[in-house]
Structures are given as structure tokens and as C-alpha cells.
């Protein structure tokens, strides 16, 4: 399958959200390709506030098996990538995007991910791209795969005018790869182990110099698997972008025994934040990283992190009258909007930036902080309605975007769904690290239970723009003293 | 000399899109075999397409009635740790 990872994407240093940050993503692209993500959810840190992605499930086959997926499932409740409820036809996919498009004119990019691997179902992805390229020409259209079938699929690519792929390449040794897929479908057989994984590591680095030597931009998506890949991603970081990748995208590997994958039943853990964040800062010194993944199901709909795909629905869609031709005037406006009121934002910044940065006379330890918002870039959630927060970090460098931490724990099954009383609970855990957390309202029991577990909850900063809210904290950490002394007793890179 | 489909099948569409004598269809609640079309892909190829590109254990069984992907064979999860697993999570 094609792990649908989709996209994610990275962020913009000065144009993304601002001056006041120090992002480490978008900074080192060319003009030409910040042009072209800076209204991309998935590529862009800031876009991913504002602007919304969509994915169609027209791919349900797969040629490869990956440890960290399982074919079977398919609980609504379920957002790991690879999940999906509805298999759509590739007209139906092109009735769906339209109905999501004329709704949510927020929506720039298409995404086909799966459930399995798109190129191992040309048949339907390719005859959805062609009818969106005719009917929809404003939205955008990306892929992702695993890479095995990609490099017969460039040339099909590249006429549909596809600007995004998406490869899933969680190593380059085989032997590690053996560890990874146990089995790939390759010229009429099965081949598994050391040999499998060879021919599917030679087939994703064939299919990333080609689209790159074709001008396509190439994401890179990794797993983190500890104990398997952990210390190579760091040599994949480095290979990829040598051969022109614009982004490594390193996601946490998802393992529970609930999800009936290898590496779920067989007990292989899951990254910790901090080693998640750890191997993202050293990948990044050699590369453009993006955090702000979601890892999103195949038919995700909405801005990232949530999913409104229960409102387009097969017969929901059957029913609404879409005047496509009118949606995109419509649509355009809205960009045009959008794309301007983030352009003055940032000169605001720019002029701001010198303003608001309390210089520290000495240099203070950064710190975690976690923020809740429903997008705009703005603190405007309140902390009881948050699915996942956004961490920031705040040093003297400024603010930057570290990565989202999920609330809800993934379903684990019918007789296990709905369970409530611990969300609090796990919305805690979830926050390991962050010494405060900036939402627009927070409830009386939640926020004695947050500063026993030493998170300042901080609700002042209601509506105002996340980097500055993050940063005016911090400088209230540091008048009040608490950044003073050794208080390396806190968290940081522990866990 | 058919090959057969059971209700394991998750009809991800992988096997009739390999399948060299269009013997597969969709059926009400999984995938079909015509047994007329089926040639166990004699002549076209050393192993049964839909066999070697199925993902799930125990969905295609062979002339004889057995499972040509017995269970572990394709997750490498031993069957007993599958069952354990899936005790576990229903105690719970
Ligand atoms: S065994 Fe071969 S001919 Fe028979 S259904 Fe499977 S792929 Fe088709
Ligand atoms: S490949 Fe297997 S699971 Fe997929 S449709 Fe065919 S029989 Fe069903």
C-alpha cells in the first residue's frame, strides 16, 4: 500500500509566518518553488492555517507490504494514513472534489494517497488527474507513493502536470529494508526479504532522480522506527537531498497492537516526542524539514488536523448542485484574499520584529511551549476542544514551529471507542515537555491539573497571532525569573 | 483448476488487475473467481497472479480448498501472537 502518507508539508522562514520566526524549512528554497507551495497545507507551515487540503481513496490496491501497515482496517475513527471508509471511483472522486471545493473554497490542493499505492493502480489514478487537470484547473494536484512503480509512472506524471510527488523512503540499505517489507509484487511474483526490499530501494531512488531531473518537486516522507531506521534517516536526509528532494518529512512510526500491524503486535515501540524532535533538528541541518505532518488518512478533507470528510459523503454528494465556473471566481477572491492579508501580516512583522524581541542580555534556555488553534494562525481554541496542539519553541532566536502533538489516541476497535474519562488525561500526557500552553479559554479542572503537572495554561493571549503570543510568554518567563538558574531540571530533550 | 476467493478478501482490486484471464469480478461482498475463466495462470506465468499480490492471509485458496497464504505467511506475525494479541485487546 501505499501508506498514503500524503502530504504534509513544510514551513517558510521569513515568508511563512514571519520574521519573528526562525523557521527552517523554507528558507533555503528558490524563489520559484516557495511560489509555488506557499498556498500548499502540506508544504507550508503557514499555508497549513489557512488554506485546506483534500484526498480521494481511488487506489485501493498495493504492491508492496509495509510492518507499519495493516490492509485490513477500517474504523471511521482511525486517521492513520492507509485508513479509508469510502472507495471512490475516479468520477466520483472528481463530483467529490468539486462538492468540496464549491464548500471549503479554502481547499488549493488534491491529494491521491490511496489506501494503497496510487501507481499501483495507474488505471484510476491517472483517469482522476486527467479530469481534474480539465475541470478543476485551480486546484492543484499531488501523489504520493512508495515508489516502486514510479519510475514507469514519470512520463504519465509529468503530462498532467503533477508539481508534487511524494516517496516514502524509509531507508537505503536493503538489509534494514528486509526489516521494513517483507514483501514486495514485482514481475508477475512475490519477493520477500533482503531481495524485495533491494529492488524497491533501487526503484524509489531511480524514480526521484528522474522526476527531479524533470523538474517535478519531490517530497521525501521517512518513518522514524526506532531500532530499525533511526540513525540512517540521517544519511537518507542527506542522499535525497543531494539528488534533489525539497523536503524530508521524518513522521513518527504509529504502532499499536489494536491497529493488527507486525510492528503493533510485535510490541516495536514508537518514537518519543523529543526523539521525534531530536532527529528532525539534526536532519534538519542538512535539509529542509517539515513538522507540521499530520499524517492524514487517504480521504482526509479539511484543513490539517481536522477532518471534515463526513460532510461529502457518496450520497451527500449525489444531492448538491455544483456550479463549478462560479465556485472558482469565488475561490479566487478567496485566495487572492488570503495570499494578501498574509503578505501584510508579514510586513507587520518585519517592522515589529525588532520591537518585541526582548533582547535577552544573557542567553535563556528555550523553551517548549504548546498552543491551540483552530487555524488563522491565531490562538483561538479553547483547551477542551483541541484534537492536538502545535509546540513552538522560544529562544533567543525567536519562535519556531516544532511539530503537532495528537490528542486523541487512535481507536483502538469497537468494543474500546468512545472511552472519555481520560481524554484529559491524554491530553496532558500529550503536552510531556511544554512548560505552558496558550489557548483561548480553559476550564477550571483542566487548568489545576495542567500547572500539577508544571504547564503553565496561559489563556491571555486569546486571539492574538501565535508567534507573538509565544514569544511575549517567553519574555514574561524570562522578567519573572524563571528561566534564571539551573532549571535544566525541566524537561527539554529527555524523555 | 480454479482458484477460489472467500469473504477474507477486503477487495482491494489488486488481483483483478493482474489477473491474465479476466477471471475475477466484484461480487456482492468480496471478490469472485469465475472458475470457467481461471487457468491458475498456466502459461502466463510460474505462480497464480492473484495469489502473489494479495495482501490479506487466507482469502485465496487453491483447487484443493487450501489457503495459498496461510496465516504469518504474508505479516510475519506468528498466528500465536495474533491470537494473543487480539485476547488481549478483547479483555480489555
Ligand atoms: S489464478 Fe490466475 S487466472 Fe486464476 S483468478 Fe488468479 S490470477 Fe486469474
Ligand atoms: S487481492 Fe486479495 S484482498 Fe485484494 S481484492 Fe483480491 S482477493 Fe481480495
Avoid at chain 1, 463530483?95 to 479554502?106: D, E, G, H, R, S
Avoid at chain 1, 503530462?159 to 517483507?182: C, F, M, Q, R, S
Amino acid at each position: 500500500m501505499e501508506l498514503s502518507v500524503i502530504e504534509e508539508a513544510a514551513e517558510g522562514g521569513c515568508s511563512s509566518s514571519g520574521c519573528g520566526s526562525t523557521d527552517d524549512q523554507m528558507t533555503h528554497l528558490p524563489d520559484n518553488i516557495r511560489e509555488k507551495v506557499q498556498n500548499h497545507p502540506c508544504y507550508s507551515e503557514e499555508a497549513h492555517h489557512y488554506f485546506a487540503r483534500m484526498h480521494v481513496a481511488v487506489a485501493p490496491a498495493c504492491n508492496i507490504q509495509c510492518h507499519y501497515c495493516n490492509r485490513k482496517y477500517d474504523c471511521a475513527n482511525e486517521s492513520r494514513p492507509g485508513v479509508v471508509s469510502e472507495l471512490l471511483s475516479p468520477e466520483q472522486a472528481v463530483k467529490k472534489v468539486k462538492a468540496v471545493a464549491a464548500n471549503i473554497p479554502q481547499m488549493t490542493v488534491l491529494g491521491i494517497a490511496g489506501p494503497g499505492d496510487p501507481l499501483a493502480n495507474p488505471e484510476r489514478t491517472f483517469d482522476t488527474f486527467r479530469m481534474l487537470s480539465e475541470q478543476t484547473p485551480d486546484i492543484k494536484l499531488c501523489v504520493s507513493t512508495n515508489g516502486l512503480a514510479l519510475p514507469d509512472a514519470v512520463e504519465e506524471l509529468s503530462k498532467h502536470n503533477i508539481d508534487h510527488v511524494t516517496i516514502t523512503i524509509n531507508t537505503l540499505d536493503p538489509e534494514i529494508g528486509a526489516k521494513i517489507y517483507p514483501w514486495i509484487y514485482w514481475n508477475g511474483r512475490r519477493i520477500r526479504g533482503v531481495k524485495g526490499a533491494k529492488i524497491l530501494i533501487e526503484q524509489q531512488q531511480k524514480g526521484l532522480e528522474m522526476l527531479t531531473a524533470k523538474g517535478i518537486l519531490v517530497k521525501v516522507n521517512s518513518v522514524m522506527i526506532p531500532g530499525v531506521n533511526e540513525d540512517h534517516l540521517k544519511e537518507v536526509s542527506r542522499v535525497v537531498k543531494a539528488k534533489g528532494a525539497f523536503l524530508h518529512n521524518v513522521m513518527p512510526l504509529i504502532a499499536e497492537a489494536e491497529h493488527g500491524t507486525f510492528y503493533g503486535v510485535m510490541g516495536q515501540r514508537s518514537p518519543e516526542d523529543s526523539e521525534l524532535q531530536a532527529l528532525q533538528d539534526e536532519c534538519s541541518g542538512d535539509m529542509n524539514m517539515m513538522r507540521h505532518c499530520r499524517q492524514c488518512r487517504a480521504d482526509a478533507v479539511g484543513l490539517l488536523g481536522e477532518d471534515r470528510g463526513e460532510e461529502f459523503t457518496l450520497d451527500k454528494i449525489e444531492e448538491m448542485e455544483i456550479d463549478y465556473e462560479a465556485a472558482m471566481e469565488k475561490r479566487a477572491v478567496i485566495h487572492e484574499g488570503i495570499i494578501e492579508s498574509l503578505n501584510e501580516k508579514h510586513a507587520q512583522k518585519a517592522a515589529a520584529a525588532e520591537t518585541t524581541l526582548v533582547t535577552p542580555d544573557k542567553t535563556y534556555r528555550p523553551v517548549l511551549m504548546a498552543v491551540a488553534t483552530s487555524g488563522g494562525g491565531l490562538i483561538n481554541q479553547h483547551f477542551g476542544h483541541a484534537t492536538e496542539f502545535l509546540v513552538y519553541e522560544a529562544s533567543a532566536n525567536g519562535v519556531r514551529f516544532i511539530g503537532h502533538r495528537k490528542v486523541d489516541q487512535y481507536c483502538i476497535g469497537n468494543d474500546t471507542c468512545g472511552e472519555k474519562e481520560s481524554a484529559l488525561a491524554g491530553s496532558i500526557r500529550s503536552l510531556k515537555g511544554c512548560e505552558a500552553v496558550l489557548c483561548s479559554k480553559i476550564g477550571f479542572e483542566p487548568w489545576g491539573l495542567l500547572e500539577e503537572a508544571g504547564i503553565q495554561p496561559n489563556g491571555e493571549y486569546a486571539m492574538e497571532p501565535i508567534e507573538e503570543a509565544v514569544l511575549g510568554v517567553y519574555n514574561e518567563m524570562i522578567e519573572a525569573g524563571l528561566l534564571d538558574e539551573k532549571s535544566d531540571d525541566s524537561q527539554m530533550i529527555s524523555a | 483448476m480454479a482458484v477460489e476467493i472467500v469473504d477474507a478478501c477486503v477487495n482491494c482490486f489488486a488481483c483483478i488487475d493482474v489477473c491474465p484471464s479476466s477471471a475475477i469480478d466484484e461480487g456482492k461482498s468480496h471478490m469472485l473467481v469465475n472458475a470457467k475463466k481461471c487457468t491458475e495462470c498456466e502459461g502466463d506465468f510460474a505462480d497464480p497472479q492473484c495469489a502473489s499480490i494479495c495482501p490479506i492471509e487466507t482469502a485465496i485458496l487453491d483447487s484443493s480448498g487450501l489457503a495459498i497464504n496461510p496465516p504469518g505467511s504474508l505479516t510475519g506475525i506468528p498466528p500465536e501472537k495474533m491470537n494473543a494479541a487480539i485476547m488481549e485487546i478483547k479483555a480489555r
